[in-house]
């Protein structure tokens, strides 16, 4: 899907289609009942945590409960279809990212355009990912593993947390930047791919530090690289894949948007919130230890990322010809 730069001030203008009067009042009396944030993944994993994180110090800030509804199915896609549909009140919020930015690609027959239909209002966080391998891999470092992939082709198995993941296309992403042939093995999740990982039926896996780390920790993986574009505080030590591969990243990011032609005056507030949130030293504490960078700021800079990673992972979807689960 070619994504036309001017989604972008279409964005940002997205609330001029209300009278102003109504809008303005609107954000006054904001919120009088509780306000929904949509999380298209289950209970227990990273978005539905972030989102419960935000959520809380919302209810708290604001006065009034954050629900926090797990619609989950499509990648995330139900979610988001559901929160496009909504009406564009401030009401119905939703946990938006990468997921969204490689689904606009990946599924080609969706019933909305994410871009076009939602309004950015902050980005929260971009978390780290880590290469892994089996301790059975001769490789201790990136180039000895592109190495070992190049001597081996088909031989290693790289596992995912799904089809279109993050953790997927950073494999992918991988494969072809370094020109190595890793065969794709797609489980139901986190558990599993690490399950797979550790007991050898698979090689190689992309995949958060949280989830990953304590199991690096007790010998039972071997750690080779971040994804990331700049130094880990967490992981100072650590090599980066784009150090051997330059241009190479591979983060998780997550914000928050609402349907198109929300009043402006209401993201505003909302965005303001948010970056209060994202500004107290415990919230950042939080969220640096579990290997996120926090982002914030205004929301054209969050719909900037979910464009140039929708652009950045199309191209990724459309290189290698990805389907759907």
């Not at 994504?3 to 001029?16: D, E, N, Q, S």
């Not at 110090?57 to 199915?73: A, D, H, Q, W, Y």
């Not at 994410?114 to 902050?122: A, G, L, N, S």
């Amino acid at each position: 899907m070619k994504l036309p730069r001017r989604a972008f001030l279409h964005l940002a203008a997205g609330a001029v289609a209300l009278p102003a009067t109504s809008r303005t009042a609107r954000a006054q009396a904001y919120p009088t009942k509780p306000v929904k944030l949509i999380v298209g993944f289950g209970v227990g994993g990273a978005p539905d945590i972030l989102s419960r994180l935000i959520g809380q110090s919302m209810s708290e800030r604001l006065g009034r409960p954050f629900v926090i509804e797990n619609r989950t199915g499509a990648g995330g896609n139900i979610a988001a279809e559901m929160v496009v549909k909504a009406l564009p009140d401030g009401y119905t919020l939703l946990l938006a990212g990468s997921p969204n930015a490689i689904n606009a690609t990946l599924y080609d027959k969706l019933n909305f355009n994410f871009i076009r239909d939602t309004t950015p209002v902050v980005g929260i966080a971009n978390a780290l990912n880590l290469l892994l391998v089996n301790p059975s891999v001769p490789a201790k470092t990136v180039p000895e593993l592109i190495a070992h992939a190049k001597a081996n082709p088909g031989k290693l198995n790289m596992a995912s947390i799904g089809i279109g993941s993050v953790p997927h296309m950073a494999g992918e992403l991988f494969k072809m930047r370094a020109g190595v042939d890793l065969v794709h093995v797609p489980y139901r999740g986190a558990l599993e791919a690490l399950t797979a990982l550790i007991g050898g039926q698979v090689q190689v896996l992309f995949l958060s530090m949280l989830a990953s780390m304590p199991h690096v920790l007790a010998g039972k993986l071997r750690l080779l690289a971040v994804t990331t574009g700049v130094r880990s505080d967490l992981l100072p030590d650590v090599s980066r894949v784009d150090k051997f591969l330059p241009g190479y990243e591979a983060t998780t990011s997550w914000g928050i948007s609402v349907p198109r032609n929300s009043p402006a005056k209401i993201v505003d507030l909302l965005n303001k919130e948010i970056n209060a949130i994202l500004a107290d030293g415990m919230i950042r504490k939080h969220l640096h230890d579990e290997g996120a960078t926090v982002l914030g700021g205004p929301p054209a800079d969050f719909g900037k990322l979910i464009a140039e990673e929708t652009e950045k992972w199309g191209k990724v979807v459309r290189a290698v010809n990805l389907k759907p689960e």
